[in-house]
């Protein structure tokens, strides 16, 4: 058995230790927020906080997250996320869309972590890869989403 605490949620699953959180997320959990692309850990489509560090659930073994608080895009109520959505919406940032929840988790780490980031610290924090090309107004975004917290 395995306890993971997903979204403020206890969840004890019999499940083999070495599974992906994605796809305990994703199978087990019908959390569907979080994406599957690469599969090994680069895009960063799978991001979920992890004690509200990004992290890609990939390459995560469940078997290593007891007692680690895991918020996926589902579970994302506070003050940065909210702001990073509306921004998001704002700034018109999605195109296909497919990869937007792993990179709004990370904005949303980075936004609770530095309430006014410059544009290298911006580049810096956001390793998630988008094919559309959409980091001109994921940055703008992100800006603008600094601008909704500092009221």
Do not use: F
């Not at 997320?25 to 019908?30: K, T």
């Not at 799978?46 to 007692?67: D, E, F, I, K, T």
Request: some cysteine.
């Amino acid at each position: 058995m395995v306890t993971l605490s997903v979204n403020g949620t206890q969840h004890q699953l019999d499940i083999e230790p070495e599974t992906p959180l994605l796809w305990v997320l994703r199978d087990e959990l019908g959390l569907m927020g979080t994406k599957y692309a690469c599969g090994i850990g680069l895009c960063g489509a799978c991001a979920v906080h992890m004690n509200g560090v990004p992290v890609r659930s990939c390459q995560m073994p469940v078997g290593s997250l007891a007692g680690v608080a895991i918020t996926t895009i589902e579970g994302l109520s506070t003050a940065a996320g909210r702001a990073v959505q509306r921004a998001w919406v704002e700034h018109d940032v999605a195109q296909c869309g497919y990869c937007q929840s792993g990179q709004i988790m990370a904005a949303a780490a980075l936004l609770a972590a530095n309430k006014a980031p410059g544009d290298a610290e911006i580049d810096a924090a956001m390793t998630n890869l988008c094919r559309c090309g959409t980091y001109p107004r994921i940055r703008a975004a992100i800006h603008r989403a600094a601008e909704l917290l500092r009221g």
